[in-house]
């Protein structure tokens, strides 16, 4: 990874520190085309690629904020994001962030986001499934959910409603939630991925419904989902293709690119 010439390698915006001087319990980071000041975890962080023959650099999405040198941070939906690259904005912000650089902007970075963080989050529920933490199967799900033991809940995007409802209200008794079903800590998240996009990734035949039970597990699986729905939240695009991704994804190099189960 590049750091452009006079620029020190620590050029983030640094994380919020209390009056003590202390770190704050949920780093900050400042959108590059808003200017907004948000949680890190509701942000997508680019890095550039090491130069090229022509002097260039790509601009690629580093969705475990990773890569080393400078990086630049967006708080943009995928619609905003698209506006803002066909109206040139992004290059200007681009090139404020990093000084120096002669980037060449991909004409689909919105798509290299979405599938990068959607890539990251499929590696993530496959991790915690190696590890014995992800529960599969309705009827599993809900005795786990009335038990009081589910601490994440996910359905994917083309599961039925009446589905939904069930192991939602299964979930709901046994955080004694009963009645609750119009707030948002009521319901399991809907993912913005099919059940074969689900199926493939975790090498099980139709998977439709998923849980976590371990704390720890379901804030892995938050922190990838966070930033991937947040970044959705606007058109929110689905996957839908039951072939295995195959493709390569364009992201920025990291140091260590293996998600440990350990977070």
Known sequence: M??????????DISEAATGRGHKASAPERRCILSG????????IRLAISPAKK??????????????????????????????ALTAGKLRGALARAFKGAKLTVPDDLPNLIETALSSL?????????RAGKLILGSD?????????????LLHAS????????????????????????????????TLPLDRAALSVALGRDNVVHMALADDKSAERVQSVLTR???????????????????GEVHAAPVQNDELSTEG
Do not use: C, Y
């Open 36 to 43: 907004e000041v948000s949680s890190k975890d509701e942000l």
């Open 228 to 246: 991937l729905m947040h970044f959705l939240r606007a058109d929110k695009p689905l996957k839908s293709s039951g072939e295995p991704n195959t």
């Open 140 to 152: 599993r799900i809900a005795e786990q959910a009335r038990s009081g033991r589910i601490a994440l």
């Open 121 to 129: 989050l499929l590696d993530r529920l496959g991790l915690e499934m």
């Open 158 to 189: 083309d599961a039925s409603e009446d589905g939904r409802k069930k192991l939602d209200q299964a979930w709901r008794v046994g955080r004694e939630e009963e009645g609750s079903g119009g707030r948002p800590e009521g319901r399991g998240i």
């Open 2 to 11: 590049r750091t452009p010439p006079h620029e020190t390698v620590a050029s």
């Open 54 to 83: 022509d002097g260039t650099s790509d601009v690629l999405p580093d969705p475990l904020a990773r890569a080393p040198g400078r990086g630049a941070w967006l708080g943009a939906t995928r619609a905003e994001l698209a506006e």
